[in-house]
């Protein structure tokens, strides 16, 4: 939906705004007071002239804190619920300590994984049922290779400027940033992900029927997977069974489910990042809170459409994409 140019355009223009990030190792907090963005990057403007989309290059990031109430939100016990179907035989649902549903506004903007999670994902891998080199976005059109991702496969002089540690991750799963995908597509819902007439196919490496997550995990065998829909939603009760059906689908494979916020609140009440919320907790899955990555930018990061990321938000989206699927992968290890 956005056009390669205007994303490389939108990447550099970004940077003189962009608050930097945490390193890989380290996951935001709730802040204990309001914050501002700090143009704390260390940039080198001769090297990064010549690069399209350059993306903040440096190497010492601050902290970026969520956005939240004045203390941090005491965390809840809430128990983690694998569906029996999976092949769980080693692993015991147990509580783990998870921020309150309620409260997603105020959870960090990083992921964590579960033990559980994590042992998952080792099965899978053991029985060659994933690619651990391989990951997926289902998604609608802020998903898509061209406006998201695509980026860290197709402009390597770009990658070179990046820190090391980011560099490994974009190496880990080279291939899988920019390629066609039938579950990243433009006005896609966690419904239409799971209607077959909506998988155009394009590559007729789908069955007949199959809808378009199951042919995407069936043909990538994606090891780690990022659900990031709801722009497009459906009516609280089947947007909440939808992404829970995605969730299910997922979790079969052996792969790891990340969750993640939108930025946009366009069904009014926030219904649908409170059900993605509501799914993590249920099934003890790391969230990217995405929502809290563009609280202090302009209209919260969003084009006057209320739908549409800035180009200072994209930036974000991007980097923060790029941080919490290092964080897991090397959660999983």
Known sequence: MIPSLFLAVALML??????THASDERQATPASSAHTLTPALKTNTATQAGVPGAIPVTGQEATRPAPGAAAAVPATPVPTLLPTALPTATITPTLLPTLS?????????????SAQLRQLYQNALADGRINPHAFSVLGDCQSEAEAFLGVFDTSPGL??????????????????????????????????????????????????????????????HPSIVFIHLGTHYEARARNYSYLGTIIEKVLATGAVPVLVTKA??????????????????????PLWNFWASVQDLPDNGLLPDKMLLTKDASTIHQIDALRALGLVWRAVQ
């Open 101 to 113: 549903p309620q409260t997603w506004k105020q959870w960090p903007v990083m992921p964590t994984v």
């Open 159 to 220: 990658v070179a400027l990046m820190p090391e540690e980011r560099r490994e991750i974009v190496a880990q799963f080279q291939g899988s940033f920019y390629r066609y995908n039938p579950a990243a597509k433009s006005g896609s819902s966690a419904g239409s992900l799971l209607f077959a007439p909506w998988n155009d196919n394009k590559e007729g490496k789908c069955l007949p029927g199959e809808t378009p997550v199951d042919c995407e995990l069936r043909v990538h």
């Open 264 to 285: 946009d609140n366009l069904e009014g009440d926030e219904r649908v990042n409170q059900n993605i919320a509501l799914l993590a907790a249920k099934y003890g899955l």
């Open 14 to 19: 970004g940077l003189t705004l962009l608050e």
